[in-house]
C-alpha cells in the first residue's frame, strides 16, 4: 500500500521516520506537491492499493500534542486505512502508546482491507518498540519466537524476554534454541548476545563457545560487543589479555565489589534520606532547607542546583541517579557526590555500557540498580519503568516504606500525554512515551501508603 500525502501535512511530518514505521506493514509514504494536483485535490490523501488510487479529502488535528490525519467528511464513518496510517504516523512521533491505542481500536473494528493476523503482527510490532511487558504482550513475545523466521526477529524477542524476567530456565532452553536453529545464519553480534545471557545464567562452558565461535566469524566482534559479565568472564579464563579487555574487567570487578556499599546506606540512614525528582512541582516550595538538612540526598539526571532553583531544591547531592542513554544528562563531576546511580543497564545485558561510563573519576561509587529491583517493577506495571520509580522502589525493598515527606518531586500521574518538563526546564519537551506514566503514579501510591498501612 502507498501512500501520497498532501502538501499541506510537510510541515508536521517527517517523511523517513513515517516510512521506518510504515516499513513494518510494508508500506511506504511520499509528500504530492500542490502542483501536480486540481484545486479539489489539494487536501486529499492519496491511497494506492492493488493499482487503484483513491483520493480521501482529509486535515489535521493535534491530538494531546501530536499529530493525526482525520476525515474531512465524518460522516462517512471511521476510516480503516487513515486509522492504520495514523498508527504509524503516531510511532514516527515517538508516540508509541497512543499508536497502539488506536491500533486496538482498528483491530476490535475488524475492517477491511487489513486481516486480523496482519493487524496481530502490527501489534507485536508496537508492543516490542514501545517495552510494553503486560502479560498479554509477554504471550505475544513467547510465540512470535517461537514462529520467527529469521534469526534477527528469534533476538529482538529475546532481548525482551531477557529484560523482563531475567535468566530462567526456559529462556535459557530457548537461548540454546536460538543457537541450534540459526546456526548457520546467525551473525557474530547475535551470537555474543546469546553467550552475554549464558554468562548470567551460569552457563560458562556453553558462553564461552558460543563466544570463541562468534570470534571465528569476526575477530572484530570482542571489541565491537563488550558485554562486562562476559568480557569478565573471558579475561577470567585466559581468552583475552587486551588493555581494553582488562579495563572492562577491572570495572567489572570494581561495580561487583561495591554492590553493597549502597543499600547499607540507605538502611542506615531509613530515617533521614530524602529522594529528590524533576518535577516542576517543586517551585515554590522552599525545601531548600529539608533538603540540605538531610544525610543522604538522591537526585535524578539533569538536578540543576544552581541559584535560583537552589532556594527550592537545595543544593546537596549524595547520589546522582543517571540514565546513561540520555545524551542531554550532565555529569556534574564538579560538584560534591559519592555514588552514581546507573538506572539504565546491566553488568550483563547491556552492550557497551562501559563506554558510557568511562568518564566517571574513580572517586565515585558506581552502582547498577539492581536487575531484580528493575524486573519486579517492569513486571508490575506492564511497562518499562523510569529511573525514579526503580529507584523508589529499590529504596523500599530496604527499609519497607516510603515517608511522603521524604519523596519530593514526583508527578507521574500528572505529566502530559508525551511530554516531560523538570523544575528547570517547566515548558515540557516532548519525549518518547515508554512510561506508563498512571500505572506508575498508581505504584508509587502503593508504596507511600504502605507508611501508615
Known sequence: MQFYLPDFSRAYIDIKKLN????????????????????SERNSLFVEEAGMLTAIP?????????WVFRAADASNGPNSVIDFLNISFLEAQTAVR??????????????PPFTHEFLERLALHLSVKGSFYEPSDIEHYKEAFE????????????????????????????????????SSSITSSDMMFAAAYLCEAGEYSKSIKAAL?????????????????????????????EPWALSYSSLFDRIVSQAHIFPEEISENRDDLIVVG?????????????????????????????????????????????????????????????HIIVSNGDLYSSKNIGAKLH?????????FIPPQIDRYVTQKIGASP?????????????????????????????????????????VPTKMPIVHDWNAEQDFLQELLESKNG
Open 147 to 182: 514462529r520467527a523466521a529469521t534469526c534477527g526477529d528469534a533476538v529482538t524477542i529475546l532481548k525482551k524476554l531477557w529484560r523482563v524476567f531475567g535468566p530462567t530456565v526456559w529462556l535459557t532452553d530457548n537461548f540454546n534454541k536460538l543457537l541450534s536453529k540459526f
Open 386 to 426: 523510569s529511573s525514579g520509580l526503580k529507584m523508589l522502589y529499590w529504596i523500599y525493598s530496604v527499609v519497607g516504606a516510603l515517608d511522603p515527606d521524604r519523596v519530593l518531586g514526583f508527578s507521574m500521574g500528572n505529566q502530559p500525554l508525551g511530554h516531560a518538563s523538570s523544575y528547570s526546564k517547566p
Open 359 to 367: 568518564d566517571f573519576p574513580s572517586q565515585y561509587l558506581i552502582h
Open 20 to 39: 521506518s514505521s510504515l516499513k513494518s506493514a510494508s508500506s511506504s509514504a511520499e509528500f504530492v506537491s500542490s502542483r501536480y494536483l486540481s484545486e
Open 213 to 241: 565461535e562468534a570470534k571465528k566469524k569476526r575477530k572484530e566482534t570482542w571489541s565491537e560487543n563488550r558485554y562486562l559479565g562476559l568480557i569478565n568472564l573471558l579475561v577470567k579464563e585466559g581468552h583475552v589479555t
Open 98 to 111: 497512543p499508536a497502539r491505542a488506536q491500533l486496538a481500536a482498528l483491530l476490535d473494528r475488524d475492517e
Open 58 to 66: 482529509v486535515g489535521l488535528d493535534d491530538c494531546d500534542g501530536y
Open 278 to 338: 524533576n518535577s516542576p512541582t517543586l517551585l515554590g516550595t522552599r525545601a531548600a532547607e529539608q533538603i540540605n538538612a538531610s544525610n543522604l540526598v538522591i537526585r535524578f539526571n539533569t538536578a540543576e542546583t544552581s541559584f535560583p532553583y537552589s532556594i527550592d531544591v537545595g543544593t546537596k547531592t549524595d547520589a546522582l541517579v543517571l540514565n546513561p542513554d540520555y545524551s542531554q544528562t550532565r555529569r556534574f563531576f564538579g560538584r560534591p557526590c559519592k
